[in-house]
């Protein structure tokens, strides 16, 4: 148990569905992220919050949609994907500005999309 | 362009000791970090380098050379649930973590 919970654990969707990834961090950093993991591929950073402020976004398609109501809460709404877009979506969080500022990650949302 | 290279599998027997290697090349460097991660299961942070030499950590250690671009983990005392993929991440001049592809280490009894 890291301290960041992510739901669905799994989720399988039609590619016109929408849903969304909920992650929570109980840790109280002020920054958390968006990773997909690909299989036998280096973690690929989809988004950074900093204090709630939105500070990445690499080149990450538009079907994939943030959220960050406040420093505890990250969503990843999802809608039109496409079947490469299967993977397991990890959610993350750190104290910034930390002496390490290491990066706590949730268990992850295994996507499939059919 | 940034690169973390490491190697893709390596095998080891319980008891044992094992190297993963990590070289990389990034604009900048602000830290280097190990995380294992277990199949089905979230990455958990290893250990910190920043400056040169060997940081220890019970069974695990990690070695870095900033001229060299090259860090290694070194596992002591091999154990079956050491067995597990070892990500390899640097943290570049902005402060972003670069990322290898990950290591699978498996461990035979």
């Known amino acids: 148990e890291t301290g960041v919970t992510q739901t669905p654990r799994h989720l399988v969707m039609g590619m016109t569905n929408k849903k969304s990834l909920k992650c929570e961090q109980h840790?109280?950093?002020?920054?958390m992220y968006w990773y997909k993991q690909s299989a036998k591929k280096p973690l690929e950073l989809m988004f950074v919050?900093?204090?709630?402020?939105?500070?990445e976004n690499n080149s990450v398609p538009s079907r994939f949609s943030p959220e960050c109501p406040n420093s505890s809460h990250l969503f990843l709404h999802l809608h039109t994907l496409q079947p490469e877009d299967s993977a397991l979506y990890l959610c993350?969080?750190?104290?910034?500005?930390?002496?390490?500022?290491?990066?706590?990650f949730g268990p992850g949302t295994r996507l499939t999309v059919t | 362009g940034q690169n973390i290279d490491q190697p893709t599998e390596m095998t080891a027997t319980e008891g044992a000791i094992v190297q993963i290697n990590c070289t990389y090349q990034?604009?900048?460097?602000?830290?280097l970090f190990w995380y294992q991660q277990h199949a089905g299961e979230a990455p958990t942070f290893l250990s910190y380098?920043?400056l040169d030499g060997l940081e220890e950590k019970g069974r695990f250690s990690s070695f870095l050379s900033r001229s060299k671009g090259y860090s290694y983990l070194l596992l002591k005392e091999l154990q079956m649930k050491d067995s597990a993929s070892y990500l390899c991440?640097?943290?570049?001049?902005?402060?972003?973590?670069?990322w290898g592809a990950g290591t699978k280490l498996i461990i035979k009894p």
């Open positions: 380098n920043v």
């Open positions: 840790l109280g950093h002020n920054a």
């Open positions: 991440a640097v943290r570049d001049q902005d402060y972003q973590l670069i």
């Open positions: 919050y900093n204090f709630k402020e939105q500070t």
């Open positions: 990034t604009s900048g460097f602000n830290g």
């Open positions: 993350a969080s750190s104290q910034v500005r930390g002496a390490v500022d290491e990066q706590y």
